[in-house]
């Protein structure tokens, strides 16, 4: 019996890489449709504000470098690849290198631990389109959700559980645990989609193992369109815990496993110039970016994945 020759596949959102790409990836964002200039100013200046560009790329990059060295042992010759959905290196870009090697089994992961139809359901539809141009393209194992994989869930918990020591030890009792991640239009939710689900069973998961008995859930980083975005928005949230009198917010963003503009930007200057005005102490957790932790939840994505594959295959040759 030969096996397969199996390869991996991370999957980002994308990001400009130079100031100058803000504006085609906005239009690649936003559908090909045009973006009004004042808008492409303010998104061109938080990127000014974060370093020029989006670390998103070299971040997936690590990560999928310190998985192939977390395989190697067991699997010395499977590649990572990375591929985005809205900039280069698009995912279109990078399944006919994928196809030239003689990939016959891809995991395909995408770097959201959390399944909705629009975030996704649109990485899978970006994979399937660009393996429609072939014969006989790889068979195809797609992780849709990983939220509650207790690797990465542990790795959570142990940095909410470190940065609350950042807090002077007489108030961590009422320090006020936010866990946040990307908002997405309300319609979805009308529709279905168990993203809210999802994410609220993640964060308590990471609660519990982390120790925290009293927690909230807000959503961040909502696009600009007049369509109704999924809340409480974290800012409103972090403003109406000042109200109360709470002085002191740790915010979790479970819904993000890099650095990039919603957690340098969104979090690191938005939102704790908010926490500034308002008088509240903001610490946020760490982003995972390529720590030992996400990477066993990965590899753990992976093994799994490749286990059942074997078994399916013994079945088909038994057959």
Same mark, same amino acid.
């Given at each position: 019996m030969t096996m397969e020759?199996?390869?991996?596949?991370?999957?980002?959102?994308?990001?400009?890489?130079?100031?100058?790409?803000?504006?085609?990836?906005?239009?690649?964002?936003r559908g090909g449709r045009p973006t009004p200039?004042?808008?492409?100013?303010e998104v061109r200046e938080r990127y000014a504000l974060i370093g020029g560009q989006s670390p998103l790329l070299a971040w997936t990059q690590r990560q999928a470098r310190a998985l192939e060295g977390a395989l190697r042992d067991a699997y010395p010759e499977m590649r990572v690849f990375v591929g985005m959905r809205h900039w280069h290196p698009y995912i279109r870009e990078v399944v006919?290198?994928?196809?030239?090697?003689?990939?016959?089994?891809?995991?395909?992961?995408?770097m959201a631990p959390h399944y909705s139809k629009m975030s996704v359901g649109a990485y899978r539809k970006a994979l399937e389109e660009a393996l429609a141009a072939?014969?006989?393209?790889?068979?195809?194992?797609?992780?849709?959700?990983?939220?509650?994989?207790?690797?990465?869930?542990?790795?959570?918990?142990?940095?909410?559980r470190r940065t609350l020591e950042r807090f002077p030890a007489e108030v961590r009792p009422s320090v006020a645990v936010v866990f946040?991640?990307?908002? @997405?239009? *309300?319609?979805?939710?009308?529709?279905?989609? =168990?993203?809210? &689900?999802?994410?609220? !069973? /993640?964060?308590?998961?990471?609660?519990?193992a982390a120790g925290v008995k009293e927690w909230l859930f807000a959503y961040q980083s909502?696009?600009?369109s007049s369509v109704p975005w999924l809340g409480p928005d974290v800012g409103e949230v972090v403003q109406e815990l000042?109200?109360?009198?709470?002085?002191?917010v740790l915010v979790v963003p479970i819904g993000f496993v890099c650095d990039h503009v919603e957690i340098l930007y969104d979090i690191d200057i938005e939102l704790k110039g908010i926490a500034d005005?308002?008088?509240?102490? @903001?610490? *946020?957790?760490?982003?995972?970016?390529?720590? =030992?932790?996400? &990477?066993?939840?990965? !590899? /753990?994505?992976?093994?799994?994945?490749?286990?059942?594959?074997?078994?399916?295959e013994r079945d088909d040759v038994r057959a």
């Open positions: 020759r199996t390869a991996v596949l991370l999957m980002a959102y994308g990001g400009p890489l130079s100031l100058d790409d803000v504006e085609p990836y906005l239009l690649d964002v200039p004042e808008l492409i100013e006919p290198e994928m196809v030239a090697s003689g990939v016959e089994h891809l995991v395909a992961i995408p072939y014969e006989n393209p790889p068979r195809v194992s797609f992780v849709e959700r990983w939220g509650t994989e207790p690797a990465f869930v542990e790795t959570v918990a142990e940095n909410v946040t991640a990307h908002s @997405l239009p *309300r319609r979805v939710v009308e529709m279905g989609d =168990p993203y809210p &689900i999802e994410l609220e !069973k /993640s964060s308590a998961l990471v609660a519990e909502a696009g600009a000042a109200e109360q009198g709470r002085e002191h005005r308002v008088g509240v102490h @903001l610490e *946020r957790t760490p982003s995972l970016n390529d720590s =030992p932790g996400l &990477i066993r939840a990965l !590899k /753990s994505l992976v093994e799994r994945h490749l286990t059942t594959a074997e078994v399916q």
